[in-house]
């Protein structure tokens, strides 16, 4: 069913320019993609929603630090080729022959999307499509599996259960950044005004 899926997918590939360089720019620009959603919920919600804005982006950035690390751990125990390794496949994007399973760009996209779904944020159902687009374009340009995806997926929902569930035990640490951040506001004055000024405030 695995290779099935993939094959469906990915025989879409190859046929039209058009729907290939769409597919590989979204799998391309998806680290870049990310810092873009980080900065805007840090700095464009109004002032009210500011704090919980940066809440989220911080919950997000551990969550999808929990996941990368237990994708690290299953990488080292547990090698599954990649599609292009034991199959012929259309393969628009070049990659090392390293394990398939599983898939860490889905790890960050998912990391973002559930962390944004589990603190109710305006944004969360745009960011969970591009999540889902993102995963199917891994598929698409045939370095990744489908299961590789989903894997990535569901461990990023259990990290941002986790990372959310222990937000009081976190809270010290998110004080931290934010300490950083205020102390940047120092060299750099227009930051200041993307500031909450409330350190104290557990989420």
């Known amino acids: 069913m695995n290779y099935e899926i993939f094959q469906w997918i990915n025989g ?18 998806v680290p870049y993609a990310a810092i873009v959603i980080m900065l ?5 919600g109004n002032r009210d929603k500011r704090a919980e804005k940066q809440y989220i982006a911080i919950y997000a950035v551990f969550s999808c ?5 237990v994708n690290a751990i299953l990488h080292l125990v547990y090698y599954h080729p990649r599609p292009f390794v034991v199959h012929h496949v259309h393969q628009l994007i070049p990659h090392s022959a390293d394990s398939s399973f599983v898939s860490d760009h889905a790890v960050l ?9 589990l603190r109710n944020d305006s944004w969360k159902y745009p960011v969970l499509i591009w999540a889902v687009i993102v ?6 340009v045939g370095v990744h599996y489908p299961v590789d995806v ?19 035990k976190l809270e010290p640490v998110v004080q931290v950044v934010f300490i950083v ?17 409330d350190l104290s405030q557990e989420r």
């Open 150 to 168: 989903i894997g990535g997926a569901l461990i990023s929902y259990g990290g941002s259960i986790v990372i959310i569930q222990s937000s009081k």
């Open 135 to 140: 995963g199917i374009s891994r598929v698409f």
């Open 181 to 197: 951040y205020h102390g940047l506001t120092k060299h750099i004055p227009f930051l200041d005004k993307y500031s909450h000024k």
């Open 12 to 29: 879409w590939s190859g046929h039209f320019s058009y729907l290939d360089r769409g597919m590989i720019f979204i799998t391309n620009s």
């Open 65 to 69: 630090l929990l996941g990368l690390s």
């Open 40 to 44: 805007f919920l840090w700095f464009v």
């Open 109 to 117: 996209v998912f990391s973002m999307a559930w962390t944004m779904l």
